[in-house]
């Protein structure tokens, strides 16, 4: 099986680059980082790749909102490159600053192919705070490549724009399209229903991610690569002396959504 090649952005404030690209190696797939000043010298090398990730972070300090500084630099420097990267049979994603990003950028959710329009928006939260805690997920749509096989996720959130915001037209089309693709539970998996602390920024119907209406776009608020392995669950430290208690280095509950990209090219 040949390995996928992945492109992972960084430069200005983001600061989740190596963790992501950890996540990919470890599933198998070969990952380089490159700075974003790096790719628009040279958009066409985007061609090289199976995978283009925009990571977590604060670019440009969110200083005219999370991720809008550099969606636009990306607009007007690399549109061309990623309008044929996403028509092609590859994957993009964006975590937290990337799912901003791309929100502004307009490749999320891109309702009825229209690429480049901004339909929604990820907004200060509610309580007017960084939020930094681990939330229950669950899988719906069906529609993501990532999320295939998937059904409930517990991962780690660091926002302080994570709020989901749509139109009532749009938050209408991604129900009954599936472009839902994650979205906040409590406990018991009962939908958030707003509440905190379950729902961590009082997005609109509990939405934590959504997918365009290929599935090969991802983008989602929570921190996957923070959940690699057992060891990074915040009730290891509790497990440990327990028998049954699984080994530091085995799985942890997001490394599956970067296996699924790779598997997807195998």
């Known amino acids: 099986m040949s390995q996928p090649r992945v492109l992972l952005l960084t430069g200005y404030g983001i600061n989740c680059e190596e963790e992501t690209a950890f996540a990919f190696s470890r599933c198998g797939a070969r990952c380089r980082i490159i700075h974003v000043n790096d790719l628009i010298a040279d958009p ?8 283009f990730v925009v990571p977590g972070g604060f670019s440009y300090g969110d ?13 007007h420097t690399l549109w061309e490159e990623l309008m044929n990267f996403v028509a092609g049979d590859r994957l993009v994603l964006g975590i937290c600053n990337g799912f901003q990003v791309l929100v502004n950028l307009g490749l999320l959710p891109a309702l009825d192919g229209r ?10 939260n509610v309580s007017a705070r960084y939020e930094c805690r681990w939330v229950e997920l669950q899988v719906v749509g069906g529609k993501s490549v990532f999320l295939r096989g998937l059904e409930r996720l517990a991962l780690p959130v660091a ?23 994650l979205i906040y539970v409590d406990e018991h998996g009962r939908p958030a229903g707003g509440r905190f602390p379950w729902n961590p920024n009082g997005s609109v119907l509990d939405i934590a991610g959504i997918a365009d209406d ?5 983008g989602m608020m929570p921190h996957p690569e923070r959940a690699l392995l057992a060891s990074h669950l915040p009730a290891w430290p509790d497990r440990t002396a327990q028998a049954s208690a699984p080994r530091w280095d085995e799985p942890g509950p997001g490394l599956a959504i970067f296996q699924n990209a790779v598997d997807y090219f195998s």
């Open 214 to 218: 290929s599935g090969r776009v991802l």
């Open 44 to 51: 066409a090398q985007l061609r090289r790749d199976q995978i």
């Open 159 to 181: 926002h302080g724009e994570g709020r989901f915001y749509a139109p009532d037209e749009v938050l209408r089309r991604l129900q009954r399209h599936g472009n839902m693709a």
């Open 63 to 75: 200083d005219t909102g999370s991720g809008n500084a550099l969606a636009n630099k990306m607009r």
């Open 115 to 124: 690429y480049g329009e901004r339909q929604t928006a990820l907004i200060p």
